[in-house]
T-cell receptor, first 112, second 114 residues
Framework: DAKTTQPNSMESNEEEPVHLPCNHSTISGTDYIHWYRQLPSQGPEYVIH???SNVNNRMASLAIAEDRKSSTLILHRATLRDAAVYYC?????????????FGGGTRLMVKP | DSGVTQTPKHLITATGQRVTLRCSPR?????VYWYQQSLDQGLQFLIQYYNGEERAKGNILERFSAQQFPDLHSELNLSSLELGDSALYFCASSGTGTGSYEQYFGPGTRLTVT
């Protein structure tokens, strides 16, 4: 599996936008970019995923670089509930589903 | 609520024992995954089942085994337990087809081996 690189931790103020970066320079043409997060004492939670185009959903936006070697997860207004570890993961398209390879992720701290 | 259920929530047992963890996937999901989360190893993929058949294997020990039943629920069996097996065990499920599908995780089973 292609690897991703994320900062260990980031800090944000409540109600401000947060940009979480992810580098994936060895991404292949068929790899999807997934983001999951894990809140304290909970299981991982799906956030968003994309292949080439930017994506938006109710939780976040995903901005993918034109060369696909990096991406950014954007939380438009951070809340205290967004404090979690955020994981950027690459997966191949596979019609029976595909395992997730978690790295260390980015621990996001949100200050009131 | 992800729609994935896991039982039990907590399990405390002694070294050398055997336990079974149970997972019910979201309605309609054919793929089930098991992950282990320990303090020193982070989140690690163990095994995947798709519609009753083993589909992918990760860092799963030989003392561990899993199966998926016709009703699509899955069980993870851990035997000859060691102190190092103490961890959180998560089950996840996903849809299937062309493209890439998100996984939905259960709340986990916390296993403590004493």
């Amino acid at each position: 599996d292609a690897k991703t690189t994320q900062p260990n931790s980031m800090e944000s103020n409540e109600e401000e936008p947060v940009h979480l970066p992810c580098n994936h320079s060895t991404i292949s043409g068929t790899d999807y970019i997934h983001w999951y997060r894990q809140l304290p004492s909970q299981g991982p939670e799906y956030v968003i995923h994309g292949l080439t185009s930017n994506v938006n959903n109710r939780m976040a936006s995903l901005a993918i670089a034109e060369d696909r070697k990096s991406s950014t997860l954007i939380l438009h207004r951070a809340t205290l509930r967004d404090a979690a570890v955020y994981y950027c993961i690459l997966t191949e398209s596979y019609n029976a589903g595909n395992m997730l390879t978690f790295g260390g992720g980015t621990r996001l701290m949100v200050k009131p | 609520d992800s729609g994935v259920t896991q039982t039990p929530k907590h399990l405390i047992t002694a070294t050398g024992q055997r336990v079974t963890l149970r997972c019910s996937p979201r309605s309609g999901d054919l793929s089930v995954y098991w992950y282990q989360q320990s303090l020193d190893q982070g989140l690690q993929f163990l095994i995947q089942y798709y519609n009753g058949e083993e589909r992918a294997k990760g860092n799963i020990l030989e003392r561990f085994s899993a199966q998926q039943f016709p009703d699509l629920h899955s069980e993870l069996n851990l035997s000859s337990l060691e102190l190092g097996d103490s961890a959180l065990y998560f089950c996840a499920s996903s849809g299937t087809g062309t493209g890439s599908y998100e996984q939905y995780f259960g709340p986990g089973t916390r296993l403590t081996v004493t």
